[in-house]
T-cell receptor
């Protein structure tokens, strides 16, 4: 079974609105990463948050991590049509060797 | 510098044939990963190479799947006697050290087994 589960599975918003995606995981982690995928091909790393961090920002991205709830959220502010993509969380579980476990992803559509 | 490259970008093969997928990681990256992504799904871990250590093969779905990494650089994923359920996008990624670091992905190989 997947370590990470994203919620919602699909999200459709208007340009300029904020988009929030959530990720839940099952085991203790070293860090949690968010990736973006366009058109079902290669993934692009967005941001990494360590288990001892609670919030991290990068441009229009804001990531939070709540290890007590085993959950993370990715907020994209002032969304643009170019943000349309699938977004995946990935965890580096501290008892899983060197494997990253990816969730099923959230498909975000930003309408112009 | 050059990113991770994969070849071919698309491969159509008949059921029962063998296929080889190639990955060229970023120069200097010691860790290399193979994943499989079925249509509309998340990524499924297949195999992980780290330096000269024995690979982590725990994600390989059957003994028809194998992979090698020559000289600590280029990797080849081989699927023998392909089945229709092997149809997927096969993604390769490399990272500087381990999964604790960000992974850089190639564009993937879309495999279709007819």
């Amino acid at each position: 079974s997947q370590q990470g589960e994203e919620d919602p599975q699909a999200l459709s918003i208007q340009e300029g609105e904020n988009a929030t995606m959530n990720c839940s995981y099952k085991t203790s982690i070293n860090n949690l990463q968010w990736y973006r995928q366009n058109s079902g091909r290669g993934l692009v790393h967005l941001i990494l948050i360590r288990s001892n961090e609670r919030e991290k920002h990068s441009g229009r991205l804001r990531v939070t991590l709540d290890t007590s709830k085993k959950s993370s959220s990715l907020l994209i502010t002032a969304s643009r049509a170019a943000d349309t993509a699938s977004y995946f969380c990935a965890t580096d579980a501290n008892n899983a060797g060197n494997m990253l476990t990816f969730g099923g992803g959230t498909r975000l559509m930003v309408k112009p | 510098g050059a990113g991770v490259s994969q070849s071919p970008s698309n491969k159509v093969t008949e059921k029962g044939k063998d296929v080889e997928l190639r990955c060229d990681p970023i120069s200097g990256h010691t860790a290399l990963y193979w994943y499989r992504q079925s249509l509309g799904q998340g990524l499924e871990f297949l195999i992980y190479f780290q330096g000269n250590s024995a690979p982590d093969k725990s994600g390989l779905p059957s003994d028809r799947f194998s992979a090698e990494r020559t000289g600590g650089s280029v990797s080849t994923l081989t699927i023998q006697r392909t089945q229709q359920e092997d149809s997927a996008v096969y993604l390769c990624a490399s990272s500087h050290r381990t999964a604790s670091y960000e992974q850089y992905f190639g564009p993937g190989t879309r495999l279709t087994v007819t």
